[in-house]
């Protein structure tokens, strides 16, 4: 079965600093992948999707990254500020018979 | 347009009883899915519902279960309440599910089981 795993749990950075979050998958070649962002007591928002001929998609400040190769999606935030502070999850398509899969996320703390 | 809607925002119930949970989508969305969420499980899937009928359903037991309305409208049921069924519940729409249509989220239900 589809495996998510997220670079860790937890990530401290400096504002200003570029935060870079992982996002590893097994057992699957997706077509896409989806990054949201969910604050504390709130339901995800969706960010960013990414197509596997895609090799990078920019919003802003965000900047992902899909490489089929190695099964793994990069994340950027670059020139962080304290409200980006929250927590980021990877989400991989359905699969047969189930819906979006979510990996664990990242809390991300954007320190002034 | 308005977002999703989930009512109760919090819940308190005790072990054995039932409850049941609602989620209006955004108008014009027809898929709605169901996620519980725990800190030491995540986001899980638990179903997806599509023009009143269910289209995929996650590994929980038969305790939880859903329906969808004609308007879209979608409530899920959880009976036989235990301690572990304590979770964000997060109702999600998209336009058609099972695509590459983003999920939008609503705040979710917090259910206290004691």
């Known amino acids: 079965s589809q495996k998510i795993e997220q670079n860790s749990e937890a990530l401290n950075i400096q504002e200003g600093k570029t935060a870079t979050l992982t996002c590893n998958y097994t057992n699957y070649s997706p077509a896409y992948l989806q990054w949201y962002r969910q604050d504390p007591g709130r339901g995800p928002v969706f960010l960013l999707l990414i197509r596997e001929n895609e090799k990078e998609k920019r919003k802003e400040r965000l900047k992902v990254t899909f490489d089929t190769t190695l099964k793994q999606s990069l994340f950027h935030i670059t020139a962080s500020q304290p409200a980006d502070s929250a927590t980021y999850l990877c989400a991989l398509p359905p699969d047969y018979g189930q819906n979006f899969v979510f990996g664990p996320g990242t809390r991300l703390s954007v320190l002034p | 347009k308005a977002g999703v809607t989930q009512t109760p925002r919090y819940l308190i119930k005790t072990r054995g009883q039932q409850v049941t949970l609602s989620c209006s989508p955004i108008s014009g969305h027809r898929s709605v899915s169901w996620y519980q969420q725990t800190p030491g499980q995540g986001l899980q899937f638990l179903f997806e519902?599509?023009?009143?009928?269910?289209?995929n359903k996650g590994n929980f037991p038969g305790r939880f279960s859903g329906r969808q309305f004609s308007n879209s409208r979608s409530e899920m049921n959880v009976s036989t309440l235990e301690l572990g069924d304590s979770a964000l519940y997060l109702c999600?729409?998209?336009?058609?599910?099972?695509?590459?249509?983003?999920?939008?989220f609503g705040n979710g239900t917090r259910l206290t089981v004691t």
């Open positions: 519902y599509f023009s009143e009928t269910q289209r």
């Open positions: 999600a729409s998209s336009l058609e599910g099972g695509s590459n249509s983003p999920l939008h």
